[in-house]
């Protein structure tokens, strides 16, 4: 057992350790390497939970605060967990019957505000539900918030008149005049109920339109799924309107911002600048979405791409609105429009195969084969890039390249009608995954050490091959040495391929190898952009990092890097690029050039909805730059807010209240001071308190504020020597500085408490009283 328990126990830390670092896939697989074993230990599986979540696995982090839930079900913490979660997936049933049993926890162990909130979430879930409304009624009450139990009173008796107790529904509202006797609504309400009339039925707030969306596009989109799954277009409209619903969610929770999981910054809002919407475009975007949404469920096509039109021009450019709206033009038979926002919406891989598939059946429809052809080419593409093994997938979709030349010049038309029948035929059906493997299994083995082929071998006669044995030539001669010939046999080959961009790369490659490394560059960031504008984000960054490589301090290819990264949604990769830049201006003492780069950091964070343990990393660091130039009030403001995310870092609880300090801001030292203690008080750790003011104390022995809280700390803690020496030491810093009345109230404090040397007190006082 005590092996076991040692395993547990440095897994656990190892986990901790790495969730401090934000690196939540590390601290994922900690965790779960402590409940191999023991698989049911609330607290290792709550950690699990966490790391989940902050990896935005939302399911398997639900299913992991479940179990938890079960392992410890007096832990309302844990139910609370449960809730939020089954709420963000838009399980309202499941959320409310949580956040009920969380309320009732906290109820029992009389933790008032934390109940209050949970049956909050339980009446804004359900506006109907008269237990949550009667238990926030009384909580209020006992509370003392008069008004806010009047208003619950007030919902209690319309819920119980709509249910046929009148009687009691009076009785409510005589409550709520009892405690607020002026209330004009009470007064109304209990006019209309003599009168018979139907008193107003609670609301459903506006921040639980975006959860009410969620729920209805997961109705939408389930009698359409099987047990083989969805085809690709299917797939991509499921993505795209569980993404708008995301968006309603986040923006109709009061957030600010458009909070964009896996979804570039540049996708979402139009513009440069500050990057955050207006508040009337907020509501805009909020109100019209919402409605494309309602729209759809009730098969209103026309009204819904009116509705995405007008989300689009107050400023919400997502991606998934892209498709989206893509799609229903094509229904409504407006077929420019629909190319114009598919190949918008191609840029992302949730909806590249689909919108791919859909601009190559518009092509066609449109008399446009070899446009048809190519579209259809490129979704074989990249839907055949997802079932090789993933190292293969970049090297397969290079191999495209010549085919998908080839094609586009084919002048026969029954050649390319067929193409693209073959081709739709394979990937337009539910089993479109399993039925490319199957196809896989007729091409011939490839022998070990050669390129996959390509899955468009079986259904195109191409003349390709040519170019891609070339290829083949030029490497061999490259790792003979040859590389002459192997530069003189690459451009040979630009005669059946000038546009084949692997050839490009490949000339780029040699370059390097010939020491030319500018000439290198400059062929690798037209190739760059040339991938940029065909919308193939992966095999540009690829590009730019290899630039990177070769030329680390060139700071205008990070910065075409870090924007390829964001406007295609690897918002991660961005933010991890802009570490590296501002880690390079910092090496070279351009503080403030350092400072920017982590804060536009930070802004993409906050508008590109990556990981949000981001924001705190990055706000350290901010911070850290602050503090060496010696700007405490910059550095006060970030370490504010890393505190509202962080609550629980003593070092930014520190930091808060010496700045202050030095500041000469006592009010907010104190109040900062207050705050961290009614916090340790909240979450059942007061006994952290007495720690954390020593270690303050001999940090900062002349802060007489620090010192009366320590004496307050020891009195509560019936430590009474221990507070008498604390206040004995202030009334003498107080004298010192010439602060009679403070000395005098210091020593009428000590002398409360009963001290043994209680007469030495009262002789000092009266001497001071004396002097004064």
């Given at each position: 057992?005590?092996?076991?328990e040692?395993?547990?126990?440095?897994?656990?830390?190892?986990?901790?350790?790495?969730?401090?670092?934000?690196?939540w896939?590390?601290?994922?697989?900690?965790?779960?390497?402590a409940?191999?074993?023991?698989?049911?230990h609330?607290?290792?599986?709550?950690?699990?939970?966490?790391?989940?979540?902050?990896?935005?696995?939302?399911?398997?982090?639900?299913?992991?605060?479940?179990?938890?839930?079960?392992?410890?079900?007096?832990?309302?913490?844990?139910?609370?967990?449960?809730?939020?979660?089954?709420e963000?997936?838009?399980?309202?049933?499941?959320?409310?019957?949580?956040?009920?049993?969380?309320a009732?926890?906290y109820?029992?162990?009389?933790?008032?505000?934390?109940?209050?909130?949970?049956?909050?979430n339980?009446?804004?879930?359900?506006?109907?539900?008269?237990?949550?409304?009667?238990?926030?009624?009384?909580?209020?009450?006992?509370?003392?918030?008069?008004?806010?139990?009047?208003?619950?009173?007030?919902?209690?008796?319309?819920?119980l008149?709509r249910?046929?107790?009148?009687e009691?529904?009076?009785?409510?509202?005589?409550?709520a005049?009892?405690?607020?006797?002026?209330?004009?609504?009470?007064?109304?309400?209990?006019?209309?109920?003599?009168?018979?009339?139907?008193?107003?039925?609670?609301?459903r707030?506006?921040g639980?339109?975006?959860?009410?969306?969620?729920?209805q596009?997961?109705?939408?989109?389930?009698?359409k799924?099987?047990?083989?799954?969805?085809?690709?277009?299917?797939?991509?409209r499921k993505?795209?309107l569980?993404?708008?619903?995301?968006?309603?969610?986040?923006?109709?929770?009061?957030?600010?911002?458009?909070?964009?999981?896996?979804?570039?910054?540049?996708s979402i809002?139009?513009?440069?600048?500050?990057?955050?919407?207006?508040?009337?475009?907020?509501t805009?975007?909020?109100?019209?979405?919402?409605?494309?949404?309602?729209a759809?469920?009730?098969?209103?096509?026309?009204?819904?791409?009116?509705?995405?039109e007008?989300?689009?021009a107050?400023?919400?450019m997502?991606?998934a609105?892209?498709?989206?709206?893509?799609?229903?033009?094509?229904?409504?038979?407006?077929?420019?429009?629909a190319?114009?926002?598919?190949?918008?919406?191609?840029?992302?891989?949730?909806?590249a195969?689909?919108?791919?598939?859909?601009?190559?059946?518009?092509?066609?429809?449109m008399?446009?084969?070899?446009?048809?052809?190519?579209?259809y080419?490129?979704a074989?593409?990249?839907?055949?890039?997802?079932?090789?093994?993933?190292?293969?997938?970049?090297?397969?979709?290079?191999?495209?390249?010549?085919?998908?030349?080839?094609?586009?010049h084919?002048?026969?038309?029954?050649?390319?009608?067929?193409?693209?029948t073959?081709?739709?035929?394979?990937?337009?059906?539910?089993?479109?995954?399993?039925?490319l493997?199957?196809?896989?299994?007729?091409?011939?083995?490839?022998?070990?050490?050669?390129?996959?082929?390509?899955?468009?071998?079986?259904?195109?006669?191409?003349?390709?091959?040519?170019?891609?044995?070339?290829?083949?030539?030029?490497?061999?001669?490259a790792?003979?040495?040859h590389?002459?010939?192997?530069?003189?046999?690459?451009?040979?080959?630009?005669?059946?391929?000038?546009?084949?961009?692997?050839l490009?790369?490949?000339?780029g490659?040699?370059?390097?190898?010939?020491?030319?490394?500018?000439d290198?560059?400059?062929?690798?960031?037209?190739?760059?952009?040339a991938?940029s504008?065909?919308?193939?984000?992966?095999?540009?960054?690829?590009?730019?990092r290899?630039?990177?490589?070769?030329?680390?301090?060139?700071?205008?290819v990070?910065?075409?890097?870090i924007d390829?990264?964001?406007?295609?949604?690897?918002?991660?990769?961005?933010?991890?690029?802009?570490i590296?830049?501002?880690?390079?201006?910092?090496?070279?003492?351009?503080?403030?050039?350092?400072?920017?780069?982590y804060?536009?950091?930070?802004?993409?964070?906050?508008?590109?909805?990556?990981?949000?343990?981001?924001?705190?990393?990055?706000?350290?660091?901010?911070?850290?730059?602050?503090?060496?130039?010696?700007?405490?009030r910059?550095?006060?403001?970030?370490?504010?807010?890393?505190?509202?995310?962080?609550?629980?870092?003593?070092?930014?609880?520190?930091?808060?209240?010496?700045?202050?300090?030095r500041?000469?801001?006592?009010?907010?030292?104190?109040?900062?001071?207050?705050?961290?203690l009614?916090?340790l008080?909240?979450?059942?750790?007061?006994?952290?308190?007495?720690?954390?003011?020593?270690?303050?104390?001999?940090?900062?022995?002349?802060?007489?504020i620090?010192?009366r809280?320590l004496?307050?700390?020891?009195?509560?803690?019936?430590?009474?020597?221990?507070a008498?020496?604390?206040?004995?030491?202030?009334?003498?810093?107080l004298?010192?500085?010439g602060?009679?009345?403070?000395?005098?109230?210091?020593?009428?404090?000590i002398?409360?408490?009963?001290?043994p040397?209680?007469?030495?007190y009262?002789?000092?006082?009266?001497?001071?009283?004396?002097?004064?």
């Amino acid at each position: 057992m005590a092996g076991r328990e040692d395993i547990f126990q440095k897994a656990m830390s190892m986990g901790h350790s790495m969730a401090w670092d934000q690196q939540w896939d590390k601290a994922a697989g900690a965790y779960r390497k402590a409940l191999e074993e023991f698989p049911d230990h609330p607290k290792a599986l709550s950690s699990l939970g966490l790391a989940l979540f902050e990896l935005q696995l939302y399911d398997e982090s639900l299913q992991i605060y479940q179990k938890a839930a079960q392992a410890a079900p007096n832990d309302p913490v844990l139910l609370e967990k449960v809730g939020q979660l089954s709420e963000r997936l838009g399980n309202i049933q499941e959320a409310i019957q949580s956040f009920l049993k969380a309320a009732e926890l906290y109820t029992k162990n009389q933790e008032a505000e934390k109940a209050l909130e949970n049956w909050v979430n339980v009446t804004q879930l359900d506006p109907e539900h008269v237990t949550a409304h009667a238990y926030l009624a009384m909580l209020h009450e006992r509370l003392g918030h008069a008004q806010q139990a009047a208003t619950e009173y007030l919902t209690v008796a319309s819920l119980l008149q709509r249910s046929g107790k009148v009687e009691k529904a009076a009785e409510m509202i005589e409550r709520a005049l009892r405690l607020v006797p002026n209330n004009f609504d009470a007064h109304q309400a209990q006019t209309m109920l003599k009168g018979g009339q139907l008193l107003p039925k609670p609301m459903r707030s506006q921040g639980d339109t975006g959860l009410l969306r969620i729920t209805q596009v997961k109705q939408l989109e389930s009698p359409k799924s099987t047990d083989t799954g969805l085809d690709p277009i299917a797939e991509a409209r499921k993505h795209a309107l569980t993404r708008l619903a995301e968006i309603l969610f986040d923006l109709s929770d009061g957030r600010g911002n458009l909070q964009t999981p896996k979804h570039g910054m540049r996708s979402i809002i139009r513009g440069t600048g500050d990057l955050n919407l207006m508040r009337s475009d907020q509501t805009k975007i909020m109100l019209h979405i919402n409605q494309a949404i309602d729209a759809q469920t009730k098969d209103q096509e026309a009204q819904a791409a009116e509705e995405l039109e007008k989300a689009l021009a107050a400023g919400c450019m997502d991606l998934a609105l892209y498709f989206d709206l893509g799609l229903l033009r094509i229904k409504t038979e407006r077929l420019e429009s629909a190319i114009h926002h598919l190949q918008t919406a191609v840029k992302h891989a949730d909806y590249a195969l689909g919108a791919r598939l859909l601009l190559g059946q518009i092509q066609r429809q449109m008399g446009h084969l070899p446009e048809a052809v190519t579209e259809y080419m490129e979704a074989l593409k990249d839907a055949d890039a997802t079932v090789v093994p993933p190292d293969q997938a970049d090297e397969i979709r290079q191999l495209y390249e010549p085919l998908i030349e080839t094609n586009a010049h084919q002048t026969d038309a029954v050649v390319m009608e067929q193409l693209c029948t073959n081709i739709k035929q394979l990937l337009l059906r539910p089993n479109w995954r399993a039925a490319l493997r199957l196809a896989r299994e007729q091409l011939p083995k490839s022998d070990e050490g050669t390129p996959p082929m390509p899955l468009a071998e079986i259904l195109v006669q191409s003349q390709s091959s040519q170019v891609i044995e070339t290829i083949g030539r030029v490497r061999t001669l490259a790792r003979a040495g040859h590389l002459r010939t192997a530069m003189d046999e690459a451009f040979e080959s630009f005669k059946y391929a000038p546009t084949y961009l692997p050839l490009h790369t490949l000339v780029g490659d040699l370059l390097i190898q010939e020491g030319r490394t500018q000439d290198a560059i400059t062929k690798y960031t037209v190739v760059a952009e040339a991938y940029s504008v065909r919308g193939e984000a992966t095999q540009a960054v690829n590009l730019l990092r290899r630039i990177v490589q070769v030329a680390p301090m060139d700071l205008g290819v990070r910065t075409r890097l870090i924007d390829q990264l964001a406007a295609h949604g690897m918002v991660d990769e961005a933010i991890g690029e802009y570490i590296d830049l501002a880690e390079i201006y910092y090496r070279l003492a351009e503080l403030e050039m350092a400072r920017k780069t982590y804060a536009t950091a930070l802004r993409l964070v906050q508008q590109g909805g990556a990981n949000h343990a981001w924001s705190v990393k990055l706000m350290r660091r901010m911070v850290d730059i602050d503090m060496q130039r010696l700007d405490w009030r910059q550095a006060l403001r970030i370490f504010e807010q890393i505190r509202t995310l962080e609550p629980d870092d003593i070092t930014v609880r520190k930091s808060l209240i010496d700045l202050n300090v030095r500041l000469t801001q006592i009010p907010q030292a104190t109040a900062e001071l207050d705050s961290y203690l009614a916090h340790l008080q909240s979450s059942g750790r007061r006994g952290e308190a007495i720690p954390f003011l020593e270690e303050l104390v001999n940090e900062s022995p002349k802060q007489g504020i620090l010192r009366r809280a320590l004496a307050e700390e020891y009195r509560q803690a019936e430590r009474i020597p221990e507070a008498v020496a604390q206040l004995d030491t202030l009334s003498d810093l107080l004298l010192n500085a010439g602060d009679r009345d403070g000395a005098i109230q210091t020593i009428e404090t000590i002398m409360a408490m009963n001290p043994p040397n209680l007469e030495d007190y009262k002789t000092l006082l009266t001497k001071i009283r004396t002097e004064a």
